[in-house]
């Protein structure tokens, strides 16, 4: 069973950065495809960033230009660094692999922004 571990949520202000961290296991990462999302309380979960095998990437338009998703094949490990951060990007951030039958998900890391 693939196992999804993220790290690197937290509290920051305004403007600030953050790097999140998905350390991947059981599966053959390389090949896979992976992507993070996030969910605010009372929303949906919603598509943060998304990046194939071959580390072609695709943002929400609400993060374009801030946040940055890329992966270490040689870690098994997907990031998603967060800059300029704003109060409405506050939400649990998963990580998730694209699996056959189903996606795999981890157990999410929550990122606060305080105005």
């Known amino acids: 069973q693939v196992q999804l571990v993220e790290s690197g949520g937290g509290l920051v202000q305004t403007g600030g950065s953050l790097r999140l961290s998905c350390a991947a296991s059981?599966?053959?990462?390389?090949?896979?495809?992976m992507g993070w999302y996030r969910q605010a309380p009372g929303k949906q979960r919603e598509l943060v960033a998304f990046i194939t095998s071959g580390g072609s990437t695709n943002y929400a338009d609400s993060v374009k230009g801030r946040f940055t998703i890329s992966r270490d094949n040689a870690k098994n490990t997907v990031y998603l660094q967060m800059n300029s951060l704003k109060p409405e990007d506050t939400a649990v951030y998963y990580c998730?692999?694209?699996?056959?039958?189903?996606?795999?998900w981890g157990q999410g890391t929550q990122v606060t922004v305080s105005s």
């Open positions: 998730a692999a694209a699996q056959v039958p189903g996606t795999a």
């Open positions: 059981r599966i053959i990462f390389s090949i896979t495809p």
